[in-house]
Each structure stands twice: as structure tokens, then as C-alpha cells.
């Protein structure tokens, strides 16, 4: 079998992977234009009302502020915590160095239901301890869904700074600059397309979470993935698509935006 053949089978090959993966999300994006009141098959036609319906809803509106509001928290921790933990790990050698790398990646390894009721759990002795509410506010879902996005802050930010020659530091450093100068005047500009790749890439983790914010949403306040699921409890029709596409094209732009300035596959 020649070069060429081989490469039309793995090609092939390539494309069916390709078509099974993108199957489900054409079947959801159609799904969300159908008129049907009941969704079934054949569609009756199609219209634009489920997508107005889902914004008039408030658990949809309020799930997806509240849902944007937590994600846009749990950048901003991820980054304060990640980018030093990246740079301490990556830039100097001490004893636990593995061992808390180890830790700070954990999250991405436990199954989304154990991390959720491990936290909520961990709240729950915070609480008799510090006799603070913790479980069930806003607070604690922001602290919960910052180490939701922390492992990742951490890995796209060592994959950034393990690419970047110390030899820049170092000659910034010896023409008299001093640490923090180094950083922000050198290494920042450096690693910036990491760190934008980073804040992204976490928006997305917990923009998407339903695991742990189920655990430690509070009363009368909801996700748009909780709101997703108690809609569908008693409802079927494509209100939950027209969500599902909205999703789908917030979550692949910003994926896309990210993979622009960071190569997530080098990352992983």
C-alpha cells in the first residue's frame, strides 16, 4: 500500500472521528430552531421563539448571570493563586516541590461529584469551626469554582514559563533590574499569551461546572447548568437546546480564542 493511500485512510478515518464528535452538537443546534411545542421528529418548522423564551425566562437569565458572574470570580482567583504557584514551581527547586504540584493539579483528576461533595463537606467543618456561613453562599461558590479553574491556570502557565528561556531574566537581572521588574518589564510580556490562554480556558471550566455548584449553590439562587437540569425535569421542548447552543458557541469561541494564544494541545 503506497504513501498516498495510507494517507487517505487516515484521513478518512480522521473525518468519521471528526463527524461522530460533531454529530450530537448539529443534532442540538438544529433541535433549537424546531417549532414543535413537544420535540419530536419530523420538525414542523422552525422559528427563533425558544431563544427568546429561554431569556425571558429568570431562571434561565438569572442562572446565566449568576453563572458568568462566578466564572469571571474564578479567573481572578485562579490567576492571583496560579501564576505565582506556576512561577515557584517552575523557577526554583525545594522540598514538596512535586508533592504540591501534585495537589494544585489534583482537581482535574477527581470526578466532578466527589470534588463537589468533598467541598461541601470541608465547608460544613468550616463553618462549626469558624461558626461563619460558608456553605450555601455566594462566597463560597466563588472560593469553590476558583479551585475549579486553579489546575488549569497552573498548567497553561508552567507550560508557558517552561518554554521561556531564563536567560532573559537573567540579563534583564544583570543589567541592574530587581525581581519585580524583571517579572512585569520581561517575564509577563512573555508568558501573556499563557496567562490570556489560562483566564479563558478557567472562564470555561466554570462557566460549565454542574457537579460542585449543585453541592454549594444556595437557596433561591441558581447556575445555568442547575437551571438547565431542574428545566428538564419537567419540560420537554427545545427552550433547553436553544440554551445548549448558546453555550455551544460562547464555550467554542473562547476555546478557539484560547488555542490562538496558547496551543491547549501543548498543555496537555
Known sequence: MGLLAV????????????????????????????????????????????????WQLDSFRNG?????????????????????????????????????????????????????????????????????????????????????????????????????????EEAAQSLGAGRLTTFFRVTLPIIKPGIVAAALFSFVISFIDLEKSIFLVGPGRTTLQIALVSYLEWNLDSTVAAVATVQILIIGVLLLVSDRYARLSRAF
Open 7 to 54: 494517507n487517505r485512510i487516515y484521513a478518512a478515518i480522521t473525518a468519521l472521528v471528526l463527524a461522530f464528535v460533531m454529530l450530537p452538537l448539529g443534532a442540538v443546534i438544529w433541535v433549537s430552531f424546531f417549532a414543535n411545542r413537544i420535540l419530536s421528529f419530523p420538525a414542523t418548522g422552525y422559528t427563533l421563539d425558544w431563544y427568546v423564551r429561554a
Open 64 to 168: 446565566f448571570i449568576t453563572s458568568v458572574e462566578t466564572a469571571l470570580v474564578a479567573v481572578a482567583l485562579s490567576l492571583a493563586l496560579g501564576v505565582p504557584a506556576s512561577l515557584a514551581l517552575v523557577r526554583y527547586r525545594f522540598p514538596g516541590r512535586d508533592a504540591i504540584q501534585t495537589l494544585l493539579l489534583s482537581p482535574m483528576v477527581v470526578p466532578g461529584i466527589v470534588g463537589g461533595a468533598a467541598l461541601f463537606m470541608a465547608f460544613i467543618e468550616l463553618e462549626i469551626l469558624l461558626d461563619v456561613d460558608i456553605s450555601g453562599t455566594l462566597p463560597g461558590l466563588f472560593v469553590a469554582h476558583g479551585l475549579i479553574a486553579l489546575p488549569w491556570t497552573v498548567r497553561l502557565v508552567t507550560a508557558s514559563l517552561v518554554g521561556m528561556s531564563p536567560s532573559d
